[in-house]
């Protein structure tokens, strides 16, 4: 018996101590009070209508900003002091006596964001009150000051761009806080004098902006005042970026500046520090990025920030400050630091290649953001899938929300009260799921690619074997579940079948793969039409149209699957030949299975089915005692500029080591940014074949070919 006493008392203590801190904000009735300025008055009033919203009897609430008969009752009982105080030394302030709270804020958009905490809490102990549409609070209402740990928090989700939900998680969004983002200077520009342009070896190029020029200050200036005013109601912030390219302006006035043709910095802190002193109350950025990663010469004003790039950080894991792109990135802010304190980051929260597969980045995310806090970062912008769906996006915005705010939030709890609160009849299912993701990725102490396609998904980030579980769990518990939560699982499934299909696709033929291998035919499990046809219900989501970044369209993906792959029979004479390579692999490319797996590469995925070689020409052998019969060989080949994929210039066959053929580019037939060369043949009595595939350009193409089919 003592046993069980031991442990009791050692279960009940933690509780115990969890529920004493809120326990005392219950109250019989409550009553609003406000430091007498107009701010706090105005606070006290919004707080009035958010209790009066959230409650669910009449006459517990009064204010003394609202005529109330019962106000003197009211007084005797838990008051609730509001001061809106834009002078505060911290972004809040709790006090908590035995008959009153008194709360502190140094901003609107946290004292909206604090009642929605107080209410959230509240909720819990007092039934009169709902918790209907509060997320669970972060903080718990203790007597203490507090800093947030980033005064610009973005977490660029879905989520987080959807009304509301930034003044809820009291988050930043680019389509408010910002007049001006990334490379966009070029939109807000009606005038065109050829000044306006940079001076690149003597001539005016329309690519990039001359920055001492008048007219493109002039035309940006009214761009502020006749959009966002001159600051002193609401305060923006502009980013201020040369376009895209390393080209720079060494006309006259941008060279006394300073500007070298590498170094666009001088003329870009030039034009912006005229915009800050022009507009003291409106902030302005300029970034760390191709022609302007050297920081100025002299020291910038307040209202003077920088961005900064965390692309050669590796994601997914802690930081350590021993390793080079940690080193370099210290560097590089500390440089900085010199010339402003406004630091920001542009870090990332996304696999680009792929928004709808689970990527757990949460655990990471806390470690890399109490690395940059050590370095005084000011915020962070972290871009993630932006307007497009993901899946488990709301609980990533609501995580990576509060860790911003404090980087020392207990993320296990958070993901669990996020779950019960959102997903009341499944919470257990999705808190297990998604942990383990967590759990078992921070395990393999991986990075995570920020473009890779499914197979590099399945050796870091995602078990297979688990994610099939937890897609047919979700499958089964739909039908019997209600209300909002329906929908929104019905999304999540749809979201996740096509990474059901992508499982298949890698897997090929394996127990969780789509294909079933006869010899040199393949076919389809019946069960891959019903996935896409759950894909399919995309259709149903405007958010939910595209699976990656650019170009991911899931019309295209969905088509390429119903034109290339479920076609089927499929037949491949090379199917269970081995192919030898005869040159140099790329380092993801060792083997050439996928020249023979029987699957097509899709046109719009370099990711998907397609064998690259980016070193060389390739050389490849294999026998011809199978393919006797064979009298066409097929090749295809991806075609796509950006990514610098082209079909070979010249193909040569080698049958057992004479040049029988040589095919050029001429000979191709084009078809859907595929490239498809034909050639008859026969094997009859020969051993062996070579094909050598020549390289449009080396050095500077890639060849990916998806299969070499033999029929
Ligand atoms: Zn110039």
């Known amino acids: 018996m003592w046993r069980f006493n031991y442990f009791f008392i050692f279960l009940l203590f933690p509780i115990f101590c969890f529920s004493q801190s809120t326990y005392s904000l219950k109250s019989d009735v409550y009553l609003i009070t406000s430091a007498n300025d107009s701010k706090s008055k105005e606070w006290a009033n919004y707080t009035y209508n958010q209790f009066e919203q959230q409650s669910l009897e009449k006459n517990i609430i009064y204010s003394t900003s609202v005529e109330n008969a019962s106000y003197k009752d009211a007084k005797k009982n838990n008051g609730i002091y509001l001061v809106l105080d834009p ?32 209410l959230a809490v509240l909720s819990k102990t007092d039934h009169r009150f709902s918790s209907h549409n509060l997320l669970p609070a972060i903080i718990d209402f203790k007597t203490d000051c507090i800093n947030f740990d980033f005064s610009y928090r973005e977490p660029h989700f879905y989520y987080n761009l959807q009304k509301n939900n930034a003044a809820i998680l009291n988050t930043n969004n680019v389509e408010t806080d910002w007049g001006l983002w990334g490379h966009n200077l070029h939109k807000i520009i009606t005038k065109k004098p050829p000044t306006l342009y940079a001076e690149v070896n003597h001539k005016r190029l329309p690519q990039q902006f001359c920055f001492s020029s008048v007219s493109l200050y002039q035309q940006t200036l009214n761009y502020i005042v006749n959009n966002y005013g001159n600051g002193k109601k609401v305060t923006y912030r502009f980013m201020i970026m040369p376009n895209d390219n390393k080209l720079v302006c060494t006309c006259k006035h941008c060279l006394s500046l300073g500007n070298t043709t590498s170094n666009a910095t001088p003329a870009v802190t030039y034009f912006i520090k005229k915009l800050a002193e022009r507009f003291p109350n409106h902030h302005f950025f300029t970034s760390a990025y191709l022609t302007t990663k050297t920081p100025p010469k002299e020291k910038l004003t307040k209202n003077i920030g920088v961005m900064i790039s965390t692309i050669e950080l590796p994601k997914g894991i802690a930081l350590n400050e021993q390793q080079t792109p940690s080193r370099n990135f210290i560097k590089q802010v500390n440089a900085w630091k010199e010339k402003t304190e406004n630091i920001y980051l542009w870090d990332y929260a996304a696999n680009f290649d792929d928004y709808l597969t689970p990527i757990p980045v949460l655990y990471a995310l806390q470690e890399q953001l109490r690395f940059f806090k050590k370095f005084a970062i000011k915020g962070v912008f972290l871009n993630a899938n932006g307007y497009d769906y993901a899946s488990f996006d709301d609980l990533k915005t609501f995580i990576s929300a509060a860790l911003m705010l404090n980087t020392e939030v207990n993320i296990d709890n958070l993901i669990k009260a996020f779950f019960q609160k959102e997903y009341p009849e499944n919470h257990a299912l999705l808190t297990n799921y998604y942990l383990s993701l967590e759990k078992n990725f921070k395990a393999k102490r991986k990075k995570y690619p920020l473009y890779g396609g499914i197979r590099e998904i399945l050796n870091t980030y995602l078990d297979a074997t688990a994610f099939t579980q937890f897609y047919k769990d979700l499958e089964k518990i739909i039908p019997k579940t209600t209300g909002n939560e329906k929908e929104k699982l019905k999304k999540l499934f749809t979201a996740l079948s096509y990474t059901r299909l992508q ?5 090929e033929d394996k127990p969780l793969g789509f294909l079933i291998k006869n010899n040199t035919q393949t076919t389809i499990k019946p069960r891959t039409k019903q996935w896409l046809a759950s894909l399919k219900a995309y259709k149903n989501y405007p958010e939910l149209k595209n699976y990656k970044e650019a170009d991911g369209a899931l019309p295209v993906y969905c088509e390429a699957w119903e034109t290339n792959l479920l076609n089927t029979p499929y037949k491949n004479f090379l199917i269970n030949t081995k192919i030898e390579l005869l040159s140099e692999a790329d380092e993801s490319f060792k083997t050439t299975r996928l020249l023979n797996n029987g699957i097509l590469g899709f046109a719009s995925d370099y990711h998907q089915g397609w064998y690259i070689n980016s070193i060389g020409n390739m050389v490849l052998k294999f026998t011809t005692l199978t393919l006797q019969q064979a009298k066409t060989i097929k090749l295809r080949f991806l075609m796509h500029e950006k990514h610098k994929f082209y079909p070979p210039k010249k193909i040569e066959l080698y049958i057992d080591d004479v040049l029988k053929e040589s095919k050029l580019k001429e000979n191709l037939i084009i078809e859907n940014g595929v490239a498809i060369y034909t050639i008859n043949l026969n094997f009859s009595g020969t051993e062996n074949v070579k094909l050598k595939f020549i390289q449009k350009e080396l050095g500077k193409s890639s060849i990916a070919c998806d299969e070499i089919q033999i029929f």
């Open 503 to 507: 499982i298949g696709y890698a897997l």
């Open 87 to 118: 002078n505060l030394a911290y972004d809040y302030c709790i006090e908590k006596t035995s008959t009153k709270i008194s709360l502190k804020v140094k901003n609107e958009k946290t004292s909206k964001w604090i009642i929605n905490q107080l």
